[in-house]
């Protein structure tokens, strides 16, 4: 394997400068050290070098340096962690190459892999992650490998922690900042956020965050009269957070909070390869030729996504132990409006031929409520003892109403069949009303014997209890029509962990770890079989599956040389992944089931090491290896793989390689004031969206299916001749990203330019497409190369 040449360069001028720093150590004492970085992953205060497993802390401060704007951004700049970028709000998270592929937005019941957390509060959702403001925060915890002894189920793969800023006694603060930034061929974004901490006697403080952000767009859609549409994909993302500490003793803090946020887009990332209703293969229609980051719609589409979290924290001090309470409730509200003209056409054509009603609008709505009450109590030690411990219950309650519905005007008529006599409202092909209920209980304890002032032994174990219930309706002439179906699925376990920590002196730790995580089970939903030729399932009589659950092993070691101002973090792990839930497509019946695949795993080596040699320079190299895949397969009865479910192949969604290197310059200058810049270059592997897509021949569209089983049938459709053949590459290619920052700062203000995407990469992000890819084939992007200035203000 061979690292790229961008992150070659970065780590060859680390060596140089800390070698040079090395040299001179003996004759000058220390100018600087790195910021010690505290942290809360083991549900109490630790410093992140003192923490016996894989953990990576991010500031605020070297969020803005990286150019990161959200949480996909981001993800380039931590070891071990990927996500699959579908649209904001859209984002799938995998860590260390645990992953079953892209969820796709009609499998409400799918679990997570990664737990989300909003300072205490869980705000997980399988698809839709919240896309969460990078603002006003003390940093972004990523808990790497299972965490399911502390953060249960949805951490089977680890966990990510937004840590906000919190209130602040006696202390009058404030920040605002702003930021314009112009796209190429795009529309213009930019942002303005702020911050006030208030004090309220002596005894309580109140802080506020508001922000409003504009989000360029940067996809063209090509319109059926030859228009082209700019920017359909730009959005806002507006919201506020209210806090407030009431500490009324030394022994008792009481902080109530309340998150909202709106997140508006007009459109998705997504750069078309190939519609059946605009296609240059056309004969008897007008070809369309569609470009980089340009697709073809004949309906506007986008998405809004309501979040809001009220929750409640309580901590009360009894000397030895303190004892905590967190109590949140979620809500959520999410409509994601598609426009199906083409999935619907290629059913429409499929019957009837050529008919006008083939380009007949046709829109499909995805409708998401979502209620989830949370609660858990917890005591744990205070201090450092010979034991440390902590012990606590958890409850939550999932309430998930989602619903789906495809107005098409007129096709009640078309098709002969009312929608009344088959569930639907009029003129809806297909209709899906479904009711989730889902508790989870939960009982956890954790402690840590400090055997000796070296030695360390950490245990932990979680019993946990999960239902789940739902309500489905389904129906229109596409469904299998159901009435009020009820269904139920349920499990229970234990979620151990060991580790073994040895701390040779202050400035190195080495540790072992044997670690289980989980993720629950649910109920498939019936294949369309009012759709031709989608009568059956190839994977039978799938109505639910199992819990899947991670053995994790590994080995770190934390290092800090040259007196602290060097941190080098290693880890090496193997994951042991039984019943992967893995999401395969009934081909063209546009529906999809979850897989259990019995055996797969997940086996690699991830590296971290930040150096600031004296006051000018500080650097920072991560990078991680996986080698992840499935070790087992699924066939059906003649033996043959199903779905890409084949022993060997590779884990979806996260790289074999993945790194980043960053450089960072302070030069002081009058007046108290630095000038500063940040060069970050980031490297992503190449993956796959599906284990289908990693079948032979699953890149083409065209008539001979027989010969190429894996290809997609080709509509003839707009006289497209039957000898065409549409090819395209499933492997999502490797991709590099340059970002850079400069500008002046004070302690009070600062003024910067930045320049992201620097060499402006296309790359292919996540692959996208409807009915087996014989509607349409797609690909999700990223931003282009994005100019931009911001300015911030401390008072």
Same mark, same amino acid.
């Given at each position: ?183 190429? +061929?795009?529309? =213009?974004?930019?942002?303005?956020? !702020?911050? #006030?901490?208030?004090? /309220?006697? @002596?005894?309580?403080?109140?802080? $506020? ?7 360029? +767009?940067?996809? =063209?859609?090509?319109?059926?009269? !030859?228009? #082209?549409?700019?920017? /359909?994909? @730009?959005?806002?993302?507006?919201? $506020? ?555």
């Amino acid at each position: 394997m061979n690292m790229p040449r961008s992150l070659s360069t970065v780590g060859l001028a680390v060596a140089a400068v800390l070698a040079t720093s090395a040299a001179r150590a003996a004759d000058a004492p220390p100018v600087t050290t790195l910021e010690e970085v505290v942290v809360t992953a083991q549900k109490r205060t630790t410093s992140l070098q003192d923490v016996p497993f894989s953990v990576s802390a991010t500031s605020e401060q070297q969020i803005r340096n990286s150019g990161s704007s959200n949480i996909v951004d981001l993800a380039r700049n931590v070891a071990g962690l990927t996500i699959a970028d579908l649209g904001p709000g859209q984002s799938q998270i995998a860590i260390r190459g645990i992953s079953s592929g892209q969820v796709i937005r009609d499998q409400p019941g799918v679990k997570e892999q990664v737990g989300i957390y909003l300072d205490e509060s869980p705000i997980s959702v399988a698809l839709f992650t919240p896309d969460l403001e990078l603002f006003d925060l003390e940093r972004f915890e990523v808990l790497r490998g299972p965490q399911g002894t502390l953060f249960g189920s949805g951490s089977s793969a680890g966990t990510l922690r937004y840590i906000t800023t919190q209130p602040k006694l006696g202390v009058f603060e404030g920040i605002a900042d702003a930021s314009l930034e112009e796209v190429k +061929g795009g529309t =213009d974004g930019g942002s303005i956020r !702020g911050a #006030v901490n208030l004090p /309220v006697g @002596d005894t309580a403080a109140v802080r $506020f965050v508001g922000y409003q952000h504009h989000l360029p +767009g940067f996809i =063209d859609a090509i319109q059926p009269d !030859g228009s #082209v549409i700019k920017g /359909v994909n @730009d959005g806002d993302r507006a919201g $506020f957070r209210l806090s407030m500490l009431w500490k009324p003793t030394e022994r008792l803090s009481i902080t109530p909070r309340v998150v909202y946020q709106s997140l508006q887009t007009n459109g998705f990332p997504r750069q078309d390869v190939y519609n059946i209703l605009g296609n240059p293969y056309m004969t008897t229609q007008p070809a369309v030729t569609i470009g980089d980051r340009q697709q073809y719609t004949q309906l506007r589409e986008g998405m809004s996504d309501d979040f809001m979290l009220t929750d409640l924290k309580l901590d009360y001090d009894f000397g030895p132990a303190t004892l905590t309470s967190i109590s949140s409730y979620t809500h959520r509200h999410v409509t994601v409006l598609r426009d199906a003209t083409q999935l619907t056409g290629s059913v429409t054509y499929q019957i009837f031929g050529v008919v006008p009603q083939v380009r007949t609008d046709s829109p499909l709505f995805d409708r998401t409520h979502l209620n989830v009450i949370s609660q858990e109590l917890r005591v744990g030690s205070n201090g450092t003892n010979t034991i440390d411990w902590l012990a606590g219950g958890f409850f939550q309650h999932v309430n998930r109403h989602y619903g789906q519905d495809l107005p098409t005007a007129g096709y009640d008529a078309l098709i002969g069949v009312l929608g009344s006599a088959v569930n639907a409202p009029p003129d809806t092909p297909f209709y899906s009303d479904i009711v989730y209920s889902e508790k989870q209980y939960a009982l956890f304890g954790e402690a840590t014997w400090h055997m000796t002032d070296q030695w360390g032994l950490t245990g932990g174990l979680r019993y946990y209890k999960f239902d789940e219930n739902r309500v489905l309706n389904f129906g229109g002439v596409f469904a299998d029509v159901r009435v009020n179906v009820p269904a139920s699925v349920s499990s229970d376990g234990v979620s151990p962990r060991l580790i073994l920590s040895y701390k040779a002196s202050e400035e190195a730790q080495f540790n072992i770890q044997a670690s289980k995580g989980f993720r629950l089970g649910g109920i498939n939903d019936p294949i369309n079989t009012g759709i031709p030729g989608c009568t059956s399932s190839p994977y039978g009589n799938l109505t639910s599956w199992k819990d899947e659950t991670t053995w994790n092993y590994e080995m770190g070691t934390k290092l800090q040389f040259l007196d602290r101002r060097l941190t080098l973090n290693v880890a090496a792990f193997y994951a042991d992944i039984k019943d992967l839930q893995a999401t395969v497509t009934v081909a063209a019946c546009s529906s999809r089931l979850v897989v259990n695949v019995p055996k797969a795993r997940s086996a690699g080596i991830e590296a971290e090491l930040f150096a600031k040699p004296n006051q000018t320079w500080d650097f920072g190299l991560s990078a991680t290896y996986v080698d992840a895949k499935l070790t087992s397969s699924v066939t059906d009865a003649a033996g043959n793989s199903l779905g890409g479910l084949q022993s060997g192949n590779q884990l979806p969604t996260a790289p074999k390689f993945q790194g980043v290197g960053s450089v960072g310059f302070t030069l002081p200058l009058t007046d108290k004031r630095d000038f500063f810049s940040v060069l970050t270059v980031q490297y992503v592997g190449s993956s796959y969206s599906q284990f289908e897509n990693e079948q032979p021949g699953f890149g083409q569209v065209r008539s001979d299916t027989t010969t190429y089983p894996n290809a997609a049938g080709l509509f003839q459709y707009g006289g497209v001749p039957a000898s065409t053949v549409i090819n395209f590459d499933p492997k999502l290619a490797s991709y590099s990203l340059g970002n850079i920052r400069a500008g002046v700062r004070t302690d009070r203000w600062e003024l910067a330019g930045y320049v992201s995407n620097i060499w402006d990469t296309n790359a292919n992000l996540a692959i996208d497409y409807e009915r087996g890819r014989r509607a349409r084939v797609a690909f999700l992007t990223n931003q282009p190369r994005t100019i931009g200035i911001s300015a911030q203000y401390k008072f």
